[in-house]
């Protein structure tokens, strides 16, 4: 039995909970009530699909080359006492380029010129004596053994003077050797030794870039390689001036890869045009024939889950989203190429498909914003 005073209590205590019972039931109605009635509508950026391409670009960068340069060096060894050449310099057959010490090749030259002066004086001994030998044979008063040794000795003699004068037009070469010199008009490009620098025999000294054809060379990977033929058409650009694009021709195609980079160098021969000048940059285009048509989505219109390339495509009737498998092509410099899982018309997502999911509405852009899709692959702005 409770007293009245703590059946009062007891009571009052059990209002209260009621009353906090019915409250909480009274918000949590309203806050389900808000929740179903709120449908989440999601603003995309889409590309349309447009009919698939049976070509595609390969573009690659390469700097502007003479087609012949010279590593001119000198064809004896010494050390350097004077450069008369700059990067930059143009030069015509005959300039003197560079020079290197000749103390010891005039040396040589003196040298040569003695012992020539001394092998002509043994062929004039070795000549009196064959005279006397013949004569003293004619008259029978030496042997024919004599005259044969005395003939020999002169032969001898001979040799020897031609083999020294040999040795002093090689000395004297030498002396001229010394003075490195230009075999053709062009401009120096690079200096690969100075003053007081010792260098041996052939070590390149100046580059020169001969007048004439110019061509580009770019670097290939092998993936792409085949579609390089020598003869074929290609556009070259330069990114010193967009209204300069000429005609060349793929001219040399490298047999190998390098073996760093494992890609292939290719020279484009480019048509005479004072315009061009070595060492600009240049870009390289031409077109690939494909094995399979391919259509060209932004990269961040694809997506993967549990392994699988896919994309978000647009129901337009329905303004929701569904996910379908794609089959990769090859990846580009702005984008990715679909061989498989696309059809022209087709609206894909292009930003935000971490946010997306099976059959979510979505709000498409403005149908001027629409209407300036004129390409594949370009994403609203």
Same mark, same amino acid.
Not at 111 to 116: I, T
């Given at each position: 039995m409770f007293s009245p005073k703590a059946l009062e209590m007891r009571t009052a205590l059990v209002a209260r909970l009621a009353a906090v019972l019915a409250i909480a039931v009274a918000l949590s109605a309203?806050?389900?009530?808000?929740?179903?009635?709120?449908?989440?509508?999601?603003?995309?950026?889409?590309?349309?699909?447009?009919?698939?391409?049976?070509q595609r670009e390969l573009d690659y960068s390469g700097s502007v080359k003479a087609r012949t340069e010279m590593n001119l060096g000198f064809r004896v060894g010494g050390k350097i006492t004077e450069r008369l050449a700059n990067i930059g310099d143009r030069v015509k057959p005959g300039d003197l380029l560079a020079r290197i010490d000749p103390t010891d090749y005039e040396l040589a030259v003196k040298?040569?010129?003695?012992?020539?002066a001394a092998a002509e004086k043994q062929v004039e001994t070795t000549a009196l004596t064959k005279m006397r030998a013949e004569q003293l044979f004619t008259r029978e008063f030496s042997s024919k053994a004599q005259l044969d040794q005395a003939t020999l000795l002169y032969d001898q003699a001979a040799s020897t003077r031609d083999a020294a004068a040999s040795s002093l037009d090689q000395a004297r070469?030498? $002396?001229?050797?010394? =003075?490195l010199k230009s075999d053709q008009n062009g401009i120096v490009t690079a200096i690969n030794a100075d003053i007081g620098q010792v260098v041996g025999t052939g070590t390149p000294?100046?580059?020169?870039?001969?007048?004439?054809?110019?061509?580009?060379q770019i670097a290939v990977p092998e993936m792409d390689i085949s579609e390089f033929k020598p003869g074929k058409t290609v556009k070259a650009r330069f990114?010193?001036?967009?209204?300069?694009?000429l005609d060349g021709n793929v001219r040399e195609v490298s047999g190998s890869a390098d073996q760093q980079s494992r890609t292939f160098s290719v020279r484009i021969s480019l048509p005479?045009?004072?315009r061009v000048l070595l060492g600009m940059t240049a870009t390289i285009e031409a077109v690939a024939a494909n094995s399979q048509p391919s259509v060209s989505i932004p990269l961040s219109a694809l997506a993967e889950r549990d392994g699988r390339k896919l994309v978000w495509v647009v129901d337009?009737?329905?303004?929701? $989203?569904?996910?379908? =498998?794609v089959k990769l092509a090859e990846f580009t410099g702005d984008g990715v190429r679909i061989a498989e899982g696309l059809e022209q018309g087709d609206l894909v997502v292009a930003a935000g498909t971490q946010f997306m999911t099976e059959d979510l509405k979505v709000k498409l852009p403005a149908a001027e914003q629409q209407a300036a899709l004129t390409e594949t692959g370009e994403v609203l702005r």
């Open positions: 309203c806050s389900e009530e808000k929740v179903e009635t709120k449908e989440i509508i999601r603003p995309v950026k889409v590309v349309e699909i447009a009919a698939a391409g049976n040298s040569a010129v003695a012992n020539l070469n030498q $002396v001229a050797y010394t =003075d000294v100046v580059t020169v870039a001969v007048d004439g054809e110019k061509e580009v990114w010193s001036d967009d209204a300069l694009v005479t045009d004072p337009r009737e329905r303004s929701t $989203v569904h996910a379908r =498998d």
